[in-house]
């Protein structure tokens, strides 16, 4: 399992690596988390700067792409050449995006029917047509939309499910959780998750 | 208000980067979150390799210094050159540390009677006579343990919440929650922060 996830200049540091740390948390051959970006060197919102580990072209060929979201998104999805570098196939590959990442999914033509995302994306995605529900993570098919930065736990735990099945992702889910608060956590994780494992796709709204 | 996120190989993603995107929220001139480092890059515990922002002399001019957890926490503590480094002075600092963090506390002679902490550290800390509790968060005066990945919410809340007050850090906290659940998470966040937030300071428990 190829986990690519998409980290570009001005990226959240939350989406990026609190998704990062969780699928690293699993430990079964061949499962494989990276950091995916299109330099060299990629720079946070919040100017911590930090080294790809994959070129942009890993994320064609992973099992699962996850974008989050960041203060460049909407120069990056107007970026013909970087768009242009994406070949992503939902029929065989788990792609999920966290906030102001549906909008990649929006240009890359799989934005599903039905999303969550954050206040600030909200009105932008809302405007394609696109049904927005005030949740933290919505399904449809293999394509999995997240909203609010600490959402990426959920998100990590859908992929980790989808994989693995929805014990292995809340035994990972437990690890993380605050101390004193590790059985309320995971089942509002189990609650939130488990309802979109297996959730028909749907025809994605082309842009 | 400089604040100083010290940042060591093996470093944990999710207690350095949450920490610094919930902090780096605050809009609030002078106020400044800095990834805090002896060398100029260091790698975490799931290979990202980052560049340090400040040296690791920032941290005892800092008003704020974070230490989280990692892999190598206790080759870090057992390496003098880099213990005889910091100068902390839990006075004028407010002095935070997440999991195995709390071993820094330990070894720089500030752990508190009272701590939080992760499974795998608690025995560790437990060997010392501090009194491990369940909980996310425990303050003692300006001293405050976190255990559980995800207390990092917590911990940066409960530094905004000392700096600036508890409203402005439950207004930050709100932002960054996941959608659907933001009213119950900054209800959780208040009843966790609230009472960590005018504790006496206790002597601490020197090695």
Same mark, same amino acid.
């Given at each position: 399992?190829k986990i690519?996830?998409?980290?570009?200049?001005?990226?959240?540091?939350?989406?990026?690596?609190?998704?990062?740390s969780?699928l690293?948390?699993v430990?079964?051959?061949g499962?494989?988390?990276q950091?995916t970006?299109?330099?060299?060197?990629?720079?946070?919102?919040?100017?911590?700067?930090?080294?790809?580990?994959?070129?942009?072209?890993?994320?064609?060929?992973? *099992?699962?792409v996850l974008?989050?979201?960041?203060?460049? /998104?909407?120069?990056? %999805?107007d970026?013909?050449d @970087? =768009? #242009?570098q994406?070949?992503?196939?939902?029929?065989?590959?788990?792609?999920?995006?966290?906030?102001s990442?549906a909008?990649?999914?929006h240009?890359?033509?799989?934005?599903?029917v039905?999303?969550?995302? *954050?206040?600030k994306?909200?009105?932008l995605l809302?405007? /394609?047509?696109c049904l %927005?529900?005030?949740k933290? @993570? =919505? #399904?449809q098919?293999?394509?999995?939309?997240?909203?609010?930065?600490l959402?990426?736990?959920y998100?990590?735990?859908?992929?980790i499910?989808?994989?693995?099945?929805?014990?292995?992702a809340?035994a990972i889910?437990e690890?993380?959780?605050p101390s004193?608060?590790?059985s309320?956590?995971v089942?509002?994780?189990a609650?939130? =998750?488990?309802?979109?494992?297996n959730?028909?796709?749907?025809p994605?709204?082309?842009?």
């Amino acid at each position: 399992m190829k986990i690519a996830i998409v980290t570009l200049d001005g990226f959240n540091e939350i989406d990026s690596f609190v998704a990062l740390s969780i699928l690293s948390r699993v430990k079964v051959d061949g499962w494989s988390v990276q950091i995916t970006a299109p330099e060299k060197s990629v720079t946070s919102m919040n100017g911590v700067e930090i080294k790809a580990r994959q070129k942009l072209s890993f994320a064609n060929e992973a *099992d699962v792409v996850l974008f989050g979201s960041g203060t460049h /998104t909407r120069n990056h %999805i107007d970026n013909a050449d @970087l =768009i #242009a570098q994406f070949a992503l196939d939902p029929t065989r590959q788990l792609i999920g995006a966290q906030c102001s990442g549906a909008l990649f999914l929006h240009r890359l033509g799989f934005l599903p029917v039905t999303a969550a995302t *954050d206040a600030k994306t909200r009105p932008l995605l809302a405007a /394609t047509g696109c049904l %927005i529900e005030d949740k933290p @993570l =919505i #399904a449809q098919g293999n394509i999995v939309t997240a909203g609010g930065c600490l959402s990426s736990q959920y998100l990590a735990g859908w992929v980790i499910a989808r994989a693995l099945g929805l014990e292995h992702a809340l035994a990972i889910l437990e690890h993380v959780a605050p101390s004193g608060q590790k059985s309320s956590f995971v089942k509002t994780a189990a609650d939130i =998750i488990k309802p979109q494992l297996n959730v028909p796709s749907q025809p994605a709204l082309y842009c």
